[in-house]
T-cell receptor, first 117, second 112 residues
Framework: EAQVTQNPRYLITVTGKKLTVTCSQN?????MSWYRQDPGLGLRQIYY???????DKGDVPEGYKVSRKEKRNFPLILESPSPNQTSLYFC????????????????FGPGTRLTVL | DAKTTQPPSMDCAEGRAANLPCNHS???????VYWYRQIHSQGPQYIIH???NNETNEMASLIITEDRKSSTLILPHATLRDTAVYYC?????????????FGGGTRLMVKP
């Protein structure tokens, strides 16, 4: 089954304790992205990646890092989490040109609800 | 990407058609109209997209006006499981980076 998986689904942590949220897709997609969703602010893009070793900042990158060492994985790293990073996080992927899919049909993961105390 | 405007909420009776409007008056000729929905904090789900012509798939129909300044998503026989936030997005098909901009959407409540 084609899917995007995220782990963990729920996490409560404390300020300053480094954490990683993993994201993996099994569709051989080139593009992957991280969003955060907050009440009243909609979905905002954090980072995106156009391929292995190619990443760039989205709209709200401060306090986050990403890496793309393999095509299927795109982890989100919070080196020193703070309470304002409490949010619902989504990973998404989509194919590139020639993937046979609508170019902007994104597949989203189930979400990770993060609470930073 | 062009800005879209949607009503914040709508109700629909179960079994009836749900017609969700979207205005995108500044859409450019190469921008597509995409519709996604998000069911209660799950990941958004792609529904349909179109450029100029009306489109239909197993989930919904998309009607785009001739001047492309507005569109309507139609769920022909709404069920309770269609209760969700529906997002209308105007975007170029080849945008490499900033993939999609989700606005506030329309919260559709399907009632028995």
């Amino acid at each position: 089954e084609a899917q995007v998986t995220q782990n963990p689904r729920y996490l409560i942590t404390v300020t300053g304790k480094k954490l990683t949220v993993t994201c993996s897709q099994n569709m051989n997609h080139e593009y992957m992205s991280w969003y955060r969703q907050d009440p009243g602010l909609g979905l905002r893009q954090i980072y995106y990646s156009m391929n292995v070793e190619v990443t760039d900042k989205g709209d709200v990158p401060e306090g986050y890092k990403v890496s793309r060492k393999e095509k299927r994985n795109f982890p989100l790293i919070l080196e020193s989490p703070s309470p304002n990073q409490t949010s619902l996080y989504f990973c998404a992927s989509r194919g590139g040109r020639g993937s046979g899919k609508p170019y902007n049909e994104q597949f989203f993961g189930p979400g990770t609800r993060l609470t930073v105390l | 990407d062009a800005k879209t405007t949607q009503p914040p909420s709508m109700d629909c009776a179960e079994g009836r058609a749900a017609n969700l409007p979207c205005n995108h008056s500044t859409i450019s000729g190469n921008e597509y109209v995409y519709w996604y929905r998000q069911i209660h904090s799950q990941g958004p789900q792609y529904i349909i997209h179109g450029l100029k012509n009306n489109e239909t798939n197993e989930m919904a129909s998309l009607i785009i006006t001739e001047d492309r300044k507005s569109s309507t998503l139609i769920l022909p026989h709404a069920t309770l499981r269609d209760t969700a936030v529906y997002y209308c997005i105007a975007a170029f098909s080849n945008n490499a980076g900033n993939m999609l901009t989700f606005g506030g959407g329309t919260r559709l409540m399907v009632k028995p």
